[in-house]
């Protein structure tokens, strides 16, 4: 075991996997460099199921997967319900989130079960339900009815259908579905962490993702793609780039989408989500967004030596999809959720409680003075 570093635990190993693996700036799931789903076309199905099995599915396989999650994909109306009673401004987007998932093994008669077929429909339900939670979200807030879903569309395509209304094009289908892949998992982020930490309790699978949403909620995991697109709305506003961003540094405040823990001279994901969102924006008023972030970018370069991570450019990709800038994370968690179950049930088949020790630094040896006498 590798000595604890007390700073934030970097580099300390806590558990094996055979989910995903990060390694000289390369990321792979299962043994699949994530570089072969995006040549090859992979859908978001293949890689959930990939994630779950440890291996890729043969036709029959896919078709029967893909069959039980587009029949799980509506909510109650008890559910609705609830996310309407949510729908205030006070409330972050991500709180919601957090309390529908929560309200999901509420209304579950058999979240408690442990057997194998159970945790498997449990599973498909939660990978099944939440993009219908958000896109209802998304409507509801807004006064707008919720969309049913269509069984006859895929995740990614259904998902943009039901924010819409409208049937998305080809292209805005290919691009929501990579994005989904690589977001898919990240080996032991912070979410995933606090998944594996409640599931060593044997917590049911609805405790643990909800415990993994709220550590994805912070700004310094998921929630940083929606502050990139705050800085690129402040910085068309002023009109003046090197200009905020080194008044930024100047006042040593962190510039969202820069830099990483694990990744020192490129994270795999941005790559692709780059050239996404030039051909996604190639040509609207969209494309904006896209030439002020690769001005961005050259600028840290040049004055940081950092590289964009996988929330720089998912900003302009998202806002070109006609998603809002507050929910962006909740598409992250769309995505993740696919490995934090694969994690969740990986940690409860070869289950050790998760009790790590505190490095004492507080005051020693002190005595007890009574309260009239302090």
């Not at 912070?190 to 993994?212: E, G, H, K, N, Q």
């Not at 823990?261 to 904006?288: F, S, W």
């Not at 800038?325 to 994690?343: E, N």
């Amino acid at each position: 075991m590798t000595q604890i570093d007390t700073n934030g635990l970097k580099d300390t190993i806590a558990c094996d996997t055979g989910i995903s693996a990060i390694a000289d700036d390369e990321l792979s799931y299962a043994g699949y460099n994530i570089s072969e789903f995006m040549e090859n076309e992979a859908s978001f199905e293949e890689i959930i199921y990939l994630l779950w099995h440890g291996h890729l599915p043969k036709q029959l396989a896919l078709k029967n997967f893909e069959a039980d999650l587009r029949k799980n994909y509506e909510i109650s109306d008890a559910v609705e319900q609830c996310i309407l009673i949510q729908s205030r401004p006070h409330l972050h987007p991500m709180s919601v989130l957090r309390s529908t998932v929560s309200l999901l093994g509420v209304y579950n008669v058999k979240a408690e079960e442990r057997t194998l077929a159970a945790t498997y429909q449990q599973s498909i339900e939660l990978m099944a339900k939440l993009p219908t939670i958000v896109a209802s979200f998304a409507r509801l807030r807004k006064g707008k009815l919720p969309i049913k879903p269509r069984e006859d569309m895929n995740l990614a395509a259904n998902f943009l259908y039901m924010l819409s209304g409208e049937e998305p094009t080809a292209l805005q289908v290919d691009v929501m579905n990579k994005a989904l892949i690589l977001h898919a998992d990240h080996e032991l982020n912070a979410s995933t962490f606090a998944a594996r930490v409640c599931a060593s309790t044997l917590a049911d699978i609805y405790s643990c993702v909800t415990a993994a949403i709220g550590a994805l909620k912070g700004p310094l995991h998921g929630g940083a793609n929606e502050r990139v697109f705050d800085m690129l709305c402040d910085i068309q506003q002023c009109g003046d780039i090197q200009g905020y961003l080194q008044e930024k540094l100047d006042s040593n405040e962190k510039i969202m989408g820069f830099g990483h823990r694990v990744y020192q001279t490129q994270d795999p994901r941005e790559i692709y989500l780059r050239d996404m969102a030039e051909t996604l924006t190639k040509g609207t008023e969209n494309e904006q967004y896209f030439r002020m972030s690769q001005d961005i970018e050259a600028f840290m370069k040049e004055k940081k030596g950092l590289i964009p991570n996988v929330d720089f450019y998912s900003a302009t990709v998202y806002h070109a999809l006609g998603i809002d800038s507050d929910i962006f994370t909740l598409i992250f968690a769309m995505s993740r959720v696919s490995g934090w179950i694969a994690h969740i049930q990986e940690q409860q088949k070869h289950n050790k409680l998760i009790r790590p020790r505190s490095q004492y630094i507080g005051q020693r040896h002190r005595t007890y003075m009574p309260l009239d006498k302090r």
